[in-house]
């Protein structure tokens, strides 16, 4: 599967931002998805995921009541709508396919391209 990320942009602290990735293939809800980011100078850093119907979602502390991760497998995207941001959220984003649960947080296997998110505080 081939994951194209978009959405990022340059937004005041306490703004919103959505970023969708469209997926290519028809397997894409064969796959649980994800949202990574990699902040300058850190290593990348799971952000939320969501079930392959779903049904399950997944939240890193930092993010969790702040961000929403929902997917459309009849247009093959999935979206991360971040809410209340911060300084601290500038990263590049970026998101992934890969198996159940713990799989795709911990070892996806697509990844799409990043795209920037900027905080100005």
């Known amino acids: 599967v081939q994951l194209q990320a978009s959405g990022g942009g340059l937004v005041q602290a306490g703004g919103s931002l959505r970023l969708s990735c469209a997926a290519s293939g028809r397997t894409f809800s064969s796959y649980d998805m994800a949202w990574f980011r990699q902040a300058p100078g850190k290593e990348r850093e799971f952000v939320a995921s969501i079930s392959r119907y779903g049904d399950s979602t997944y939240y890193a502390g930092s993010v969790k009541g702040r961000f929403t991760i929902s997917r459309d497998n009849a247009k093959n995207t999935v979206d991360l709508q971040m809410n209340s941001l911060k300084p601290d959220d500038t990263a590049v984003y970026y998101c992934?396919?890969?198996?159940?649960?713990?799989?795709?947080?911990?070892?996806?296997?697509?990844w799409g391209q990043g795209t920037l998110v900027t905080v100005s505080s």
């Open positions: 992934a396919a890969g198996g159940a649960g713990i799989l795709v947080r911990a070892r996806p296997d697509y």
